[in-house]
C-alpha cells in the first residue's frame, strides 16, 4: 500500500483508493509513475495485493476479498474503491463481482 502524505490526506471522510493489479515485479511501471504522483498529490491511497497470475479463481478472489475488508473494515478506508483496469486482472475483478453480487442476493 501506499499512502498520500499527511498533508494530502482527507482526515473527516473515508479515504479514498485505487485497487492496484497485478502486483508482480516490476510494476508499477515507470510509464505509469505518472499516474501514482497524481493519484497520491490528490490523497488517494494505492493498494494492492499479489495474487498471482489467478484468473478469477477462488483463491485470488480470496486475497482480493482479504485486501478490501483489511483497508475497508479495519482501516477505514472508502468502500468504494476505483480499479485501476489493465487486461490481465479484470477477470479477478469481474469474478470477485459476481461473487459480491452473490452474497447480496443471498442476504435479500
Not at 90 to 95: I, K, R
Request: aromatic share 14%.
Amino acid at each position: 500500500m501506499i499512502l498520500p502524505v499527511a498533508e494530502n490526506r482527507h482526515p473527516n471522510r473515508p479515504s479514498p483508493w485505487v485497487w492496484y493489479a497485478p502486483t508482480l515485479p516490476k510494476l508499477p511501471e515507470a510509464r505509469e509513475s505518472w499516474m501514482f504522483e497524481r493519484f497520491l498529490a490528490n490523497g488517494i491511497a494505492i493498494a494492492g495485493v499479489d495474487v498471482g497470475e489467478s484468473y478469477g479463481s477462488p483463491q485470488g478472489r480470496a486475497g482480493f476479498s482479504a485486501l478490501y475488508r483489511e483497508l475497508v473494515e479495519r482501516r477505514g478506508f472508502n468502500r468504494n474503491s476505483t480499479w485501476w483496469p489493465q487486461a490481465g486482472p479484470m477477470l479477478s475483478y469481474f469474478s470477485r463481482c459476481c461473487y459480491l453480487l452473490q452474497l447480496a442476493a443471498c442476504r435479500t
